[in-house]
C-alpha cells in the first residue's frame, strides 16, 4: 500500500506543485519561516541532496515544528528524508543565519555531523531524488541556495566532535 501510495504520488508530481503553492503563498504572506539541515561530512566530502521541486542541491533537512528544537526537527528530518537515524547529541554547534529573500524571511540552522564511514541512504524518492558526497569545491562549482553557500564560504570543515559510524546509524 505504502508503495502504491509513493508511487501515485510520484505520477500526479504532487511535491512539485505543493512546493510551487508553498511559494506563492510565502511571496503573498511574507512569513518568518525557520529552518534545521545537517551538514553531513564523511572523508572531507559533504552529502548534498537533490529535491524533486528544487533546480538547486541541498543539505537535508526542512522546516521547525511550532515548539520543536531545531536539532530535534534536524534529526527528525534525517529520518523521514533518507531513513539515517541520529540522536540531536550527535550533532555539532549550530550555524545559523537569517535571510530575506522575496518570500519573507528565512532563518535557518546547519548542525554539521562528521561521519566515519559513509552510511547507506535511502532517499525516500518524492521529496529527495538524489544524493552527492562533493568536495566544498565541487559543491560551491553547483547551483545552491544563498544560505548554503554561505555556510560553505564561511564555515570550517567540522572536526570530529561527534563521529558516528554506520552501526551508530542504525
Known amino acids: 500500500m505504502k508503495a502504491a501510495l509513493k508511487g501515485l504520488i510520484r505520477w500526479l508530481r504532487l511535491y512539485p506543485l505543493a512546493a510551487w503553492l508553498y511559494e506563492l503563498w510565502r511571496r503573498v ?30 543539505l537535508p533537512g526542512g522546516g521547525i515544528g511550532r515548539g520543536e528544537p531545531a536539532g530535534q526537527a534536524a534529526v527528525r528530518e534525517l529520518a523521514e528524508e533518507l531513513e539515517l537515524r541520529v540522536q540531536p547529541d550527535d550533532l555539532g554547534a549550530a550555524w545559523g543565519v537569517s535571510e530575506l529573500s522575496k518570500g519573507g524571511r528565512n532563518t535557518v540552522w546547519i548542525f554539521p555531523l562528521v561521519l566515519h564511514e559513509q552510511p547507506v541512504l535511502r532517499p525516500d524518492g518524492l521529496e529527495i531524488v538524489a544524493c552527492h558526497w562533493l568536495s566544498r569545491e565541487q559543491a560551491l562549482e553547483r547551483q545552491l541556495p544563498t544560505h548554503l553557500r554561505a555556510y560553505l564560504a564561511t564555515a570550517m570543515q567540522p572536526c570530529s566532535r561527534s563521529t558516528r559510524t554506520r552501526e551508530d546509524l542504525r
Open 29 to 58: 504572506a511574507r512569513p518568518h519561516t525557520h529552518g534545521a539541515l545537517v551538514a553531513l561530512w564523511h572523508g572531507g566530502r559533504l552529502l548534498l541532496v537533490q529535491a524533486s521541486y528544487r533546480r538547486s542541491l541541498s
